[in-house]
């Protein structure tokens, strides 16, 4: 009686087994590094190992090791963070144009949990310490954009369809346009119509004059807000990657806000800098009639201006702007139907769109270039101390020949991989932001902090697990040692879960595991007083484990799953830290019934089960 | 022998039962009138406004904080130590209709540095907006009440719906009482403190469907007594139980409450009150609810002649 067949005690310590390894990397110190990539995504060459070697040395930063990541990146390590902090400034301070450099935190793993790729478990930013924002997209205004742009389109169609309209004008949420008389309305009303057919035109007059009021159909006005939403998190996501922070998390949230998440973060001021930087293109005709090579040396034509591209390439293009990135309302990569070559198909308002259509028209054949330009304020630190100053910076991301003449949508072929095309319609659509953003929560951790927490709360779950050991090995002697021992089991499989979900831990998720740790226990209570009882019953001690640990059962499942649902609740409402406390809530119960009914089970088989039994050491 | 404390209990639960109610009345109404007359103390979370959290190198008087924010221009302040005499902590109100909300952190630990000579650390920052402040006082309370319906549901399915209502009076009851609580001495009531309570709902569960599960079980299984000696049986023999894991849970909360910093601090205290209260109420307050809505035995009888009878059905 009371023996687990062979495979279910195999099961269980393969179980444990596989448990212990996922949990292996935790144990291992996570060293403060730096994460360097080149600039605009390039991989770091081996002449920029050296260049970053040097700079270390010369500003005297002591580091452990240089390690290649994957993607060309680099990884700096140092023993402490301020070595890291001033080894970042080392890099700033010198290679900033060529380089980014972020903090982080690397696990100092042995090379064959890395060939595993297992990782430790994922901390959130409230023990590593970062910048949380949470944006607030003004989908009003993106709306009122919107509008705003039918109402210059509309004006301008009329006047080129020579109808005679009085104004056209945005009133709230539609578009109104004023006549003299019924039927110039109803002519206008049909161009409309034809033109737009996307907007939802209607009639009315005031006795002295008509009307027409364009509105957008719900679904379009929900299409235009998810355009914005979703142009402004491209745009945040584009900024936050050149600010150089490793694993940063964007990400929507809701119908209109945008989740931002920067661990290793530290300057929030610089933050929201960069998000509030703007940034815009403008397609330029390439001057083709004047050397390149003159240029260079100086003799730039007055008609033209001297651009680089993102190679440092010079390219001579054209004063004369034919549209700017505020003229294009989307950006898409896909491939040229005729080529098969990557292609990024962009569309213009009805403004843009007609002078496009001109100049193309003018120039097929010859080559049009894309040039991005950046406004924003850098922070650098110079003598130690942080200096601002505004950057403007011109580049020419895309040289091609027009091939036909274009106007509304065109495509722009030319590059190199979909890849590419993928990025500069990113580019593109994040030029601008479709709709103004405000910052509506910040949480920032200083790294000090984080650690304090990290500390804090690992002793809290030593301190309150040693409790309750000793406890339960003084109240059930026996039975409590093995209850520890599965405890122990317990804490090691959330840590193994929580790594290898990568799920973020967080303090209050560190609460929710010393939470666990109270009420795992609560399982192996129930049984070994229901064995006590059928002890007292008179029944054998052999009988009492096996009615003990069947009786049980149901209360355990019965009473787990009410916290279960709690858990689930907390989880889908909750925002991150909240978040954290739900999963290892739910990770722990999940995993202290495993434990504490089949881990307690097949121990106390082995120390009782199939001999004869005086007493029960309970 | 100190181990045989808790075994083969008799004692009369349910005899008491009237001085409970009492008690529990009593709780609630102070609980209730501390909600209405001071309310609860919220958190930045739900009040929207701005904290930071700044440490420095030495003990700093608090009037060289608050002489360093009055140059920067901001006068408005609440300065206060936080754990150690070297961190300060800084809170301002939600402006209203001022825009500068995010920014304004910026400018107070610029001026705090400028102050002390950058012999300061930036520790924390946060920033809530009013409107997302207003939204997770919203989402909080429609949490609690996804909880508790969800339960209901769950024990109304497993055990029967009397033990469903008595859970969820036993439920209610626990949360009426920690929150009050919280409004009475106006502890701050912020987000994780949300997040307890909901967890004091889930163990509170916990400990009254252990108490319900042995009263069903004896129920069906004991043919003398009435209803009220049942359930007087039922909590002798789950007393030990629940005092033990209350217990271990109480130490483990009692370490995270000690040990577990500052801002852990409210969240440890709503969860070792909720704890508390769960544990009186899963023994008074859930039984004595069954008892009144009249819960008998044939109420709990298995099911299963109308199983039987399904299967020979056609």
Redesign the interface.
Known sequence: MNRYPLWKNLLILGVILVGILFALPNLFSQNPSIEVTGARGLEVTDAGVDEIKAALENAGVEYRAIERREGGKLLVRFATSGDQLRGQEAIEGTLSDRYNSALTLAPDLPGFLRTLGLQPMFLGLDLRGGIHVLIDVDMDAAVDQALERYTGDIRTLLRKQKVRYLTVTRDRKRVKVKFRDARTRDQAEALIGTEFGELVLEGGDDGSAFFVYGSLTPTDEQAVKRFALEQNITTLRNRVNALGVAEPIIQRQGERRILVQLPGARDPGRLKEILGATATLEYRLVDTGHSVQDAVDGRVPVTSKLYQDRDGRPVLLLRRVIVTGDQITDAAAGFDQRSGQPAVFVSLDGQGARRMRKVTTENVGKPMAVVFIENRTLTRLVDGKPVKRKVRTEEVISVANILEPFGRRFQTTGLDSSNEAHNLALLLRAGALAAPIEIVEERTIGPSLGQDNINQGVRSVIIGFILVVLFMAGYYRVFGLVADLVLFVNLVMIVAVLSLLQATLTLPGIAGIVLTVGMAVDANVLIFERIREEIRNGSSPQASIHAGYEKALSTIVDANITTLIAAVVLFSFGTGPIKGFAVTLFIGIVTSMFTAILGSRALINLIYGGRRVGRLAI | MQ?RLL??LKIDFMGRRREAMVFSAVLILIAIVALAMRGLNFGLDFTGGTLI?V?YEDAVELESVRAGLATGGLPDTTVQHFGTSRDVLIRIAPEAGN?V???L??RVF?SLSAAAEGRV?????????P??GDE?TE??G??ML??IL??LI??AL?FEYRFAVGSVIALVHDVLITIGLFALFRIPFD??V??AV??V???S???T??VF??IR?NFRKIRKGDAIAVINTSLN??I??TL??S??????????F????E??HS??LA?IVGVVIGTYSSIYVASTSVILMGVSKADLMPVKKEGAELDSMP
């Open positions: 181990m075994k083969d959290e440490g825009a909300g995010s920014d952190s910026d610029s650390e930036l520790r924390r920052v946060e920033f809530v907006g409107q997302v997770l989402d909080g429609l949490a996804y909880a969800g339960i769950y024990v497993r987000l994780p949300l997040a909901l967890a709902i889930g163990y569960l916990n400990d469907i252990v599960d042995r079980e023999q789950t030990a139980r033990v894991t217990f271990t849970t109480l130490l483990v909360l009692s370490a995270l000690i040990f577990g910093g801002i852990i969240f440890a969860l």
